[in-house]
């Protein structure tokens, strides 16, 4: 009989692999200097080492099938081949498969967290919104030299996962403007989900409703049988029924 594995292994190589990848990515395209290239290829070690950790940990469980195991592998690929941090500007190639790997990593996290957040309240989807607005916010403050500022960051973020645009702070570099894109992306998905929730709620209070004037007629209705099989079990309808004179008017109605 096989060991179970623990629930920390199943909740969190995945995740973190994939929330790793996100500065690993940034530190070898916008760090200044080797020391942040170099801290950006460790985080890929680390990114391969718990993606074929997990893999182990799928394989030794139930065997490795389905297409979510065909994407771990690419991104345990990916990250392997992303150690080596080749120096921007980048060439063509480099650039195609990178962003490659980008939207591979943001698309398989897409696919994690989504089962958690659809199911979730609105209470929790509006508080996964505002920690994501955070971070991103802290993401345009760094990569973003004309945001001086983390309320300008914040501000940033905000207007560009709502895709409003005005106009003020606009992203400059090739990593804010990556950055941004997905932004864009998140900012759909999370303003998708939290308007669902509120046509639920809303549609939720309807037929609530509903069901309480359902419940409230039937109720009424049951006393109106409960009455009506008393009156016919009542001494006085007993007599009706063998009084001949009652007898004969009910043989005339027939």
Known sequence: ???PTPVWQQKVLMPAALLLSIPAFYLILAGMGPLYRSLGSGL???VAALVGADLLRRDKMKGLRGGAVLL?????VGAVLSVWPGNPPWPMLEWVLRM???AIVFFRLLMLSGKYVVSCRLLHVVAFAVA???VAGAGFLWLEPRVHTYADGVWLAFITGATVGYGDLVPSTPASRIFAAFIVLLGYALFSVVT???SAMLVGEDEQRLERELHADMRMLRKEISLLHKELKSPRAESRGNDPENAGKKLKHV
């Open 1 to 3: 009989m096989k060991n």
């Open 44 to 46: 890929y070690v680390v």
């Open 132 to 134: 994501v607005l955070a």
């Open 72 to 76: 771990d592998g690419v991104i345990f």
């Open 100 to 102: 490659g790997y980008c």
């Open 196 to 198: 669902a929730n509120i």
